[in-house]
């Protein structure tokens, strides 16, 4: 098993410009979660799915987008990228609610925003 | 206040050292305690989680959970240079809307040979 990969590695964007950050899991896993780490800051809950079809916001949503088509996949949208968006995201997946509290998560995407 | 308070460090010791790492918490409703190593550029993986109250131990490593207290702690016995990461302790709760893990802000060990 791969586990939760994320692409890209690294991202540098202008400010205003969009993109996606892509995230497979191949666990089976029904919840999958997107955090943003700032340096010393631990990590932020940005939109969280309990199973396709079904997204829900977290903590800190504003500027970003989620969808969940499959189980498999959960990308991430950024509309009109600003400089406080320069963080580094992870995504995670955990099998259902019970175990919630194991999730795996990613080798995370690095983006700078400037 | 926030809900996980965890001292960022860093901290360094030397090789063979015993490691307390520690979080407070004010959500009492929290029930699955966490702690997360994160090497540099990688994602978190979980080390060890407990429920409730009590200890549990796995090799060096041994968790506490004091709840009374609303205190977790992290130990490392014998310590190695390649126990040099940030540790994140999470918790969550066992119902309602609060089972999504709660971060700390994780702190920086550094083991020095």
């Known amino acids: 098993n791969a586990g939760v990969t994320q692409t890209p590695k690294f991202r540098i964007l202008k400010i205003g410009q969009s993109m996606t950050l892509q995230c497979a899991q191949d666990?089976?896993?029904?919840?999958m979660y997107w955090y943003r780490q700032d340096p010393g800051m631990g990590l932020k809950l940005i939109y969280y799915?309990?199973?396709?079809?079904?997204?829900d916001k977290g903590e800190v949503p504003n500027g970003y987008n989620v969808s969940r088509s499959t189980t498999e996949d959960f990308p991430l949208r950024l509309e009109l990228a600003a400089p406080s968006q320069t963080s580094v995201y992870f995504c995670?997946?955990?099998?259902?609610?019970?175990?919630?509290?194991?999730?795996?998560f990613g080798p995370g995407t690095r983006l700078t925003v400037t | 206040q926030k809900e996980v308070e965890q001292d960022p460090g860093p901290l360094s010791v030397p090789e063979g050292a015993i490691v307390s790492l520690n979080c407070t918490y004010s959500?009492?409703?929290?029930?699955?305690f966490m702690w997360y190593r994160q090497y540099s550029r990688k994602g978190p993986e979980l080390l060890m989680y407990?429920?409730?109250?009590g200890n549990k131990e796995d090799g060096r490593f041994t968790a506490q959970v004091d709840k009374s207290s609303k205190y977790i702690s992290l130990f490392i016995r014998d310590s190695q240079p390649s126990d040099s990461a940030t540790y994140l302790c999470?918790?969550?709760?066992?119902?309602?809307?609060?089972?999504?893990?709660?971060f700390g802000r994780g702190t920086s060990l550094i083991v020095h040979p």
């Open positions: 995670a997946s955990s099998r259902d609610r019970g175990v919630s509290y194991e999730q795996y």
């Open positions: 666990m089976n896993h029904n919840y």
């Open positions: 799915s309990v199973g396709a079809g079904i997204t």
């Open positions: 959500n009492s409703a929290f029930q699955y």
């Open positions: 407990t429920y409730s109250s």
């Open positions: 999470a918790m969550s709760g066992a119902s309602g809307g609060s089972y999504i893990p709660t």
